[in-house]
């Protein structure tokens, strides 16, 4: 079953920042929702290929041709913090 | 002002007044954004209303009426958008905080192809955070109310498409469907909605919840309506890889009513224990009213059914995990300062998304993370591929397969508070995205008090036309549709 | 290498290249790829992972990667597809890379390269993949210390190529080796620029030693950043050293991360903690796999041009020219199409390669395929010039200057030496006037007199005397058969 050494590792994989009670929530529902997923086990799949897409499609492919851009304004206009023509974000530590 | 009573018309009967002059669109539009005004502050169908160019639109379609020129199939129909659908200039939220000022600078696909059928944009419509719900309560903003019961919800996580329909606040609406968005919300507001089969509609432009599975489809009064509009919005997008390049059948020329000799067949798996007896009861009815039309009935086995929901809630979160990973306060939506880059962007995804996302991040993450992956995302993907077996394999021997759209009707809000006891909700609807096929749920009549039951009737891949004929057949024998909720 | 750790110590080097692609394009957008334009101006929903938006592979990475894989004689899958790959980034927009991870492009081939005292090694090709590049980050000050950094998506979505070694590589001069033919090769096919200093060409190694005869590798330590050709050998140097100095004190190698301070000279560890390399890949659902078949691998293979080694082989072969030439000009493909192209015109390969590597090359960079492609001085021109200099019209001498000029002003040889009459003097009787003047100067009576007490050599300068008053124009053997004449009758 899931711990919180779980859940704490996964909220950090997937950058969520989670108070006690948020995590202690989640381990619960977690475990309540995996023991259900379990059920899985119950069936051979042994010889069975996985599916990954609904469709047979194959080869999809685009020319390589140029297509206009959007402007760096219209790029920018939902940035929270642009700095000039650029995205800005907070100091990076290497950790 | 003078209004027009419009909330009974259909997108067939509407496009048939303005071309008789009887209506105009102008004045239909008008009447929708009134009655959107009036009501729906109880039902909260709609987080964004665009009034402005509603009315633009529709007075272009005048003018198009006007001189019977470059007339379009919808031309001045007033529609519905589901929030995940992007357009340009007008703000598309996902019903998410960490969206709620994201204005994107183009038009997803179907956008663009309903402007360019006439349609008229009344707003975007409620729904649960990035599609990840069956009741519309895990909206970041507000929950949707059910027009028959205003105590319930509408179902969801196309809640707010289908309350807008059922409640006379649009003509016609569009929705995602991912494990039965479109089809249980339909259900539970008593009007027609359709999954086409996965790639049938271009997904460029639509916010990814899981793209294996997510499908967007029509909610609308009826089927011809669904015929017509599908029609508008399928085919293939050279900006969608997985979207297929076959031509687009005139559905609503298919409807003839004809099912004789039709085979359907009838799953066990969904009529198990736990099925409401009411909207058993409803559905049996209904088949036999098909019977009556000519249609031969097969009872069949889909043995995998019940291990479906279980592999949708791997590969759906897994995907949903991926896909939502973009939004880290860098480049749009919301951003919470932080210490440092890591710490702003877990404290911007903290407070962005609500608890159902966050679960379903946590699980995505987690059924794909190092150790697990093989257990949980793999195991799924190989279910995956035994459900698209039990499918093929009934489909050598019926035509469709018809079955309750879900095991029980509109539920009160915060009747499930237990997040699993919501997944099961999705039992019937799940087995037809996990193979990619289409399905559209059609109301088959009401409980006791008073709330609508969907029948479901799913077919093979690419055969919309024969899933819109046989549930077509049905509802002109047995008309649901002239009872209406009493919203006012 | 040449230290003592190399008599100790066995070095286990693989490298792993990312190669930007040539193509017009993005990977999955129609953006286009050019370098240096303003921030933020090349970009797409697509390209900025915008919600909604939807990536479409691009044919031509496609092709340029099968061409290489076939030069590199790997395996072409039949069946490939893309996988994400996840990771935070603020560089990459969607924080999940569009890669390949199970099943790639094409695998197990190899690359001969030359190693040292004129040896030949293969050195195995483990894989060939694409995936997309991410953004540039500008940090305000150094990364540790920058109060923030600024983000330009521009790059972001170009496709790349990862090509990874097999661990046999043996030294870091020998990884110089692979990471040059490396770059020929696919600066001969046309699917890279190879332009190192533009970010073209990036390079990862993983290095380990273990001590001599011992079968087990050492812990492996991975080395980012090193991007160019001194880059790779000086941080291996560096990192053979660090780990034979480790080994030797009894201490233990810790499997890291290390960054090449190019500037500092030296590698550091960039800590990282253990969860952050579980990438959970799986297959990227918004693209559909890809076939590759039998007859589309033929076809490309018969379109393969010839390889840099088979072409400095029939160099030598069939134009005769010295194993040193030939590997000088098929530095790039557009030299050694110069090469060719002037040998057409003058078919004496040796001269033409030497005007080639002691002119061309003066004003040239050899391995820069534009700048060859542009020359002002084209192959048809060069032989021009070699024909007046065989025919005897001009002096090898002029010739260089006539080089020069042609250079300058996109000239003929022709149109310039009738213009300037740099055409050789063989007329004997107005040299002769030349030469007796020399001869008649006073300030030339010391070497008249050294000839006489037998000093041969004084005649040169007397030559050189009457080349210089004839500005080079006159025919040196001429003057030389003069001077001595009329020395000898003095
Ligand atoms: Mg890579
Ligand atoms: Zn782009």
């Known amino acids: 079953m899931i711990g919180r050494g779980d859940v704490d590792a996964v909220a950090r994989l997937a950058r969520l920042h989670l108070t006690d009670d948020e995590s202690e929530r989640l381990r619960e529902q977690l475990s309540a929702i995996l023991s259900y997923i379990d059920k899985l086990r119950a069936l051979d799949t042994e010889q069975v290929e996985p599916t990954s897409h609904a469709v047979p499609l194959v080869n999809v492919m685009r020319d390589d041709a140029p297509e206009p851009c959007l402007s760096a304004d219209a790029m920018l206009a939902n940035a929270p913090d642009p700095q000039g023509e650029f995205f800005r974000v907070p100091r990076i530590i290497e950790d | 002002m003078t209004t027009v009573a419009v909330d009974g018309l259909s997108v067939a009967e509407l496009t048939e007044a303005y071309r008789r002059r009887d209506l105009t669109p102008v004045a239909v539009t008008r009447a929708y954004l009134a009655r959107i005004e009036a009501l729906d502050p109880r039902v909260d169908a709609y987080l964004t209303v665009t009034a402005d160019q509603a009315l633009t639109a529709a007075k272009a379609s005048e003018e198009r009426y006007r001189t019977r020129s470059d007339l379009g199939p919808l031309d001045g129909v007033p529609i519905a958008l589901k929030d995940v659908l992007c ?60 027009p028959w019961d205003l105590s319930r919800v509408p179902g969801g996580s196309s809640g707010g498409s289908a309350a807008a329909v059922a409640g006379g606040l649009a003509a016609a609406a569009f929705g995602t469907d991912t494990g039965g968005s479109i089809r249980q919300p339909a259900a539970f507001c008593g009007v027609v909605g359709m999954k086409p089969t996965y790639g049938r509609v271009s997904r460029y432009g639509l916010v990814a919840f899981a793209s294996s599975l997510d499908q967007i489809g029509p909610l609308t009064r009826d089927v011809r309506d669904t015929a017509l509009v599908l029609r508008a919005i399928a085919g293939h997008d050279r900006r969608d890889s997985t979207s297929i390049d076959a031509p687009v059948p005139d559905y609503a020329g298919a409807l003839d009513g004809d099912v004789r000799g039709l085979r359907l067949g009838i799953p066990a798996e969904y009529f198990a224990a736990g099925t409401d007896p009411e909207v ?115 489909f050598a021997e019926v035509d469709l397969i018809v079955a309750p759209t879900t095991p029980n009707v509109a539920f009160k809000h915060g009747e499930k508070a237990d997040p699993l006891a919501m997944y099961l909700n999705d039992a019937f609807t799940i087995p037809a995205n996990l193979a990619g096929i289409p399905a559209i749920s059609v109301p088959c009549g009401f409980t006791t008090a008073g709330l609508p039951i969907g029948l479901q009737f799913i077919g093979r891949a690419l055969d919309e036309a024969r899933v819109l004929r046989a549930a077509h057949a049905y509802e002109t024998a047995a008309p649901w549709r002239g009872r209406r909720p009493e919203l006012g | ?93 969607k924080n999940y890379q569009i890669s390949q991870y199970e099943e790639p492009l094409a695998e197990d081939g190899g690359l001969d390269v030359d190693v040292a005292d004129g040896d030949r090694r293969r050195i195995g090709i483990q894989r060939l993949h694409l995936e997309e590049d991410v953004g540039k980050l500008i940090h305000e000050g150094a990364l540790e210390t920058a109060q923030s950094s600024l983000v330009d998506f521009n790059r972001s979505g170009v496709p790349l190529m990862e090509t990874v070694s097999r661990p046999e590589i043996r030294s870091p001069e020998e990884a110089a080796a692979y990471l040059r033919a490396f770059r020929a090769v696919l600066v001969y096919l046309g699917v890279c620029d190879g332009n190192m200093e533009e970010g073209s060409l990036r390079c990862d190694a993983n290095i380990s030693l273990r001590p001599r005869g011992q079968r087990d590798l050492g812990t492996k330590v991975e080395i980012k950043n090193l991007n160019s050709f001194r880059n790779v050998q000086q941080a291996l140097a560096f990192e053979v050293q660090r780990q034979a100095k480790a080994l030797d004190a009894g201490e233990r190698i810790v499997q890291e991360t290390r960054l090449w301070d190019a500037d500092r000279g030296y590698t550091r560890s960039m800590r990282s903690k253990e969860y952050a390399h579980d990438y959970r890949y799986f297959p990227e659902p918004d693209l559909v796999p890809l076939h590759i078949t039998n007859e589309e691998v033929a076809r490309m293979r018969a379109d393969l041009p010839e390889l840099p080694r088979a072409r400095r082989e029939r160099f030598v072969a069939q134009q005769g020219l010295p194993p040193y030439d030939a590997d000088v000009l098929t530095q790039s493909r557009a030299l050694a199409d110069y090469f060719e192209a002037a040998v057409r015109g003058m078919p004496n390969p040796k001269l033409v390669s030497n005007w080639v590597m002691s002119e061309l090359l003066r004003v040239v960079p050899g391995d820069d395929e534009r700048a060859i492609a542009a020359s002002p001085v084209p192959p048809a021109h060069l032989a021009g010039l070699l024909r007046l200099v065989e025919d005897g019209t001009i002096s090898g001498k002029i010739a260089k200057d006539v080089f020069e000029k042609m250079f300058r002003s996109g000239e003929t040889a022709e149109q310039i030496v009738q213009r300037e009459g740099l055409t050789v003097i063989k007329d004997a009787a107005s040299l002769e006037a030349e030469v007796e003047k020399v001869l008649a100067d006073p300030v030339n009576g010391r070497a008249i007199t050294d000839f006489k007490k037998g000093k041969t050599v004084a005649a040169k300068a007397l030559v050189g005397q009457v080349m210089k008053a004839t500005r080079g124009k006159a025919d040196p053997e001429l003057v030389n058969r003069l001077v001595q004449e009329k020395l000898s009758r003095m």
């Open chain 2, 280 to 394: 058993e009861r409803a559905v049996r009815t209904a088949i036999d009213v098909l019977r009556g039309l000519g249609a031969t009935l097969h009872d069949l086995s889909l043995p995998t059914t019940d291990y479906a929901l279980a592999a949708y809630y791997l590969i759906a979160p897994a995907e949903a995990s991926s896909n939502l990973a973009r939004y880290d306060g860098v480049k749009y939506g919301l951003r919470v300062p932080g210490k440092d880059l890591v710490d702003m962007e877990s404290r911007t995804r903290a407070a962005g998304f609500g608890a159902e996302v966050k679960r379903r991040i946590m699980l995505g993450t987690y059924a794909l993370s190092a150790g697990y992956q093989e257990a949980y995302y793999g195991k799924a993907q190989k279910v995956r591929t035994l459900v698209r077996r039990d499918f093929d394999a009934a």
């Open chain 2, 87 to 146: 357009t340009r200039g007008v703000r598309t939220t996902c019903a998410s905080k960490i969206l709620e000022n994201f204005v994107p600078p183009y038009d997803a696909t179907v956008v663009a192809r309903l402007a360019a059928a006439g349609a008229v944009p009344l707003g975007k419509t409620n729904l649960d955070e990035f599609a990840m719900g069956s009741s519309t309560e895990h909206s970041g903003f507000k929950p949707t109310r059910n």
């Open chain 3, 1 to 93: 290498m040449t230290t003592a750790a190399a008599s100790r110590y066995d070095v286990v080097i693989g490298l792993e290249v990312h190669a930007q692609l040539r193509t017009l394009t993005k990977m999955f957008c129609g953006c286009p790829t050019a370098f240096g334009a303003p921030p933020n101006t090349q970009t797409c929903p697509v390209c900025q992972g915008m919600p909604g938006s939807l990536p479409v592979l691009n044919r031509r990475a496609i092709e340029f990667a099968i061409r290489t894989a076939l030069a590199f004689d790997c395996r072409v899958n039949p069946a490939c597809r893309f996988a994400r790959k996840h990771y935070y980034y603020p560089d990459m927009p």
